[in-house]
């Protein structure tokens, strides 16, 4: 029976899969800038977002006068505290997502892509950026929702 052969379910990311993005316009005047990103970051990237996000725990410090057994029940019942870092967790992502740009310095001479040069923008550039990676993301999980084959769907176990 001849047919249509069923597509090989995705694991990995392909590292040759990257989108050009255009956050500033692609009309004549802004088409010069743009920025190649990766469609899905790996697991190890999404990882390493997340926890750029959460740069420490605090829990407050027991009361030393207590018995051991005493501090183990008090340390269960004392709050735990995050912090939250919202302004690294989108460094990082951009450092993650993007691989090339367009972006020159003001000789017109290319900047390298690297954290510390993403560092250094604009903050209203890098907002501009921020937002079209968002709107990156949101796309491409639209398009898994819609074809899961073309992502990678976990295997159903034995």
């Not at 800038?33 to 829990?59: C, F, N, T």
């Not at 992502?93 to 972006?103: D, G, M």
């Amino acid at each position: 029976m001849k047919g249509k052969r069923p597509m090989a379910m995705q694991f990995f990311i392909n590292p040759k899969n990257v989108d050009r993005l255009y956050p500033w316009g692609e009309d004549a005047e802004h088409k010069e800038y743009w920025v190649e990103v990766k469609r899905h970051l790996s697991a190890r990237e999404s990882q390493d977002v997340r926890a750029a996000g959460i740069p420490h725990v605090m829990q407050k410090p027991g009361d030393p006068n207590l018995t051991t057994e005493q501090q183990t029940k008090a340390a269960a019942e004392r709050e735990v505290k995050m912090g939250l870092d919202m302004g690294r967790m989108a460094l990082v992502r951009a450092t993650k997502y993007i691989v090339r740009w367009s972006l020159t310095d003001a000789d017109g001479k290319p900047m390298p892509l690297s954290e510390s040069t993403i560092g250094e923008l604009l903050p209203e550039v890098f907002d501009v950026l921020d937002k079209a990676l968002d709107e990156h993301k949101t796309k491409q999980e639209g398009a898994l929702k819609a074809d899961p084959l073309a992502g990678a769907p976990m295997p159903k176990s034995a």
